[in-house]
């Protein structure tokens, strides 16, 4: 129980760090998209979908390392 009350913080500083990247990153792109044609939609949806997948992929790293025993290393 030790361990995992000290992990949680930790995660979740990490989860903000990177999800106020992706939030801002995403506007960001919106805001500066001046026509909605093709070309900038798909760029959107393209960016969205790999943010996504980072952020996917740092829950499932963080899934990995909660049970994990530090080494000392």
């Given at each position: 129980m030790g361990t995992?009350?000290?992990i949680t913080p930790t995660m979740a500083a990490v989860f903000a760090l990177v999800f106020i990247f992706v939030v801002a990153s995403i506007s960001g792109m919106v805001k500066a998209v001046s026509g909605a044609n093709?070309?900038?939609i798909?760029?959107?949806l393209a960016f969205s979908a790999l943010a996504a997948g980072i952020f996917i992929?740092?829950?499932r790293l963080?899934?990995?390392?909660e049970n994990e025993v530090p080494t000392g290393e």
């Open positions: 995992t009350v000290a093709f070309g900038s798909a760029a959107m992929g740092l829950y963080a899934r990995q390392w």
